[in-house]
């Protein structure tokens, strides 16, 4: 089970931290996605335990940061700098995948989302 929390109304500009919470045993990677209306689920960023690797999307690096706490199976999605067309329902979820961690269709796990909103 997952439990994404910390978004709201915020301004351009502004920031935002969102957290995600798997109850049970780490799972390999941690992935945040987000759906804005009327558009596709697109990828923002992921971190892989193992390796200790991240990538994020082109849209957002630079200007979110992800992050995790292995003891407490929980990941931050810090984001700064918040643009209006940022504004979509964020979700996050967990892969066991190896590769392919940019795609939707790789995790198997998702929480419930999160709005976030950012006026102009």
């Known amino acids: 089970q997952l439990q994404a929390s910390g978004g709201g109304l915020v301004q351009a500009g502004g920031s935002l931290r969102l957290s995600c919470a798997a109850s049970?045993?780490?799972?390999?990677?941690y992935g945040w996605f987000r759906q804005a209306p009327g558009k596709q689920r697109e990828f923002v960023a992921f971190i892989r335990w193992r390796g200790s690797i991240i990538d994020y999307s082109d849209s957002v690096k630079g200007r979110f940061t992800i992050s995790g706490d292995n003891a407490k199976n929980t990941v931050y999605l810090q984001m700064n700098s918040l643009r209006p067309e940022d504004t979509a329902v964020y979700y996050c979820a967990i892969s066991v995948r190896e590769l392919g961690l940019t795609f939707a269709t790789s995790y198997v796990y998702w929480g419930q989302g999160t709005l976030v909103t950012v006026s102009s």
């Open positions: 049970g045993r780490n799972l390999r990677t």
